[in-house]
């Protein structure tokens, strides 16, 4: 059998002395779709920051189709294959729709898909119509979809996505939802995190639920809302 897409053997991260991440196996197979679901400050944003290379972990190991990457930083992972949306916005606001898409295909690695220009990546993402908007004056949504976009212009094996969904309409999600369904579809391994559970449990293959930088659970997406764990740990809470 080949390797998994991305894997994480016993990964710790520890922040100023407090173990935030706790001894975390993940297993991605391409093509499929993960959800990492779990309350404010389970770790799950942590947990990405280590497995892109944004922060080294304390101990563990990460690999990208078997090659083991947890020393390497996020740009060499990135050439791997490797693609990254952070949760927090990252658009180049003063830039125009069609300079942030030329921009990103300029520098994307390991390489830009189909040759497409920025036009037609614009449209592939639904933005055909705002190719000339500062980017800082998208919605919440279209936003989204510009740095998704980015993202997939460069053919990633592997998509890392925090909050996806967050701050989107019904709709906005469906499209989002459906450009994730898309690259899975491609072969790319997709990573969310997020608090839209109706919306990520709709869309992945597998659901993990994370608390307190553990894995306490790994489902069906159908078979998430009646484990026992997430009753007791998680929608209880919402
Ligand atoms: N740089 C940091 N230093 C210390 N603690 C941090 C740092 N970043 C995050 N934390 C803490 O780590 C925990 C997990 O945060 P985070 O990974 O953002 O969770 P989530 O994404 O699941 O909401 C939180 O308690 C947060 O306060
Ligand atoms: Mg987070």
């Known amino acids: ?3 998994p897409a991305l894997e994480a053997r016993g990964l710790e991260v520890t922040l100023d002395g407090v173990a935030i991440v706790r001894r975390v196996d993940l297993s991605v197979e391409p093509g499929s779709i993960t959800a990492l679901l779990g309350p404010s400050g389970a770790g799950k944003s942590t947990l990405f920051a280590a497995l892109v290379g944004e922060r080294r972990p304390t101990a563990g190991v990460v690999r990208l189709s078997g090659v083991d990457v947890t020393r390497e930083p996020l740009w060499r992972r990135a050439r791997r294959g490797l693609g990254w949306v952070p949760q ?27 040759r497409l220009g920025p036009d037609a990546w614009a449209a592939r993402v639904g933005l055909a119509h705002r190719l000339d908007a500062r980017a800082s004056t998208l919605s919440g949504g279209e936003r989204r979809r510009l740095e998704l976009g980015r993202a997939l212009l460069a053919a990633p094996t592997v998509l890392v996505c925090d909050e996806p969904f967050a701050g989107l309409d ?3 999600c469906a499209t989002i939802g459906a450009l994730l369904r898309e690259a899975a579809a491609r072969g790319c391994a997709v990573v969310l995190a997020d608090h839209h559970v109706a919306q990520a449990l709709a869309v992945c293959d597998r659901a993990l639920l994370l608390v307190d930088g553990q894995v306490a659970t790994s489902t069906t997406p159908a078979a998430f809302g009646d484990e026992p764990a997430v009753r007791a740990r998680y929608l209880g809470t919402l």
Request: charged share 20%.
């Open 1 to 3: 059998m080949s390797a």
């Open 88 to 114: 927090t916005p990252s658009v180049l606001g003063d830039r125009t729709v069609r300079d942030n898409f030329a921009t990103f295909a300029a520098v994307a690695v390991p390489r830009p898909v189909d």
């Open 170 to 172: 019904p709709a906005a």
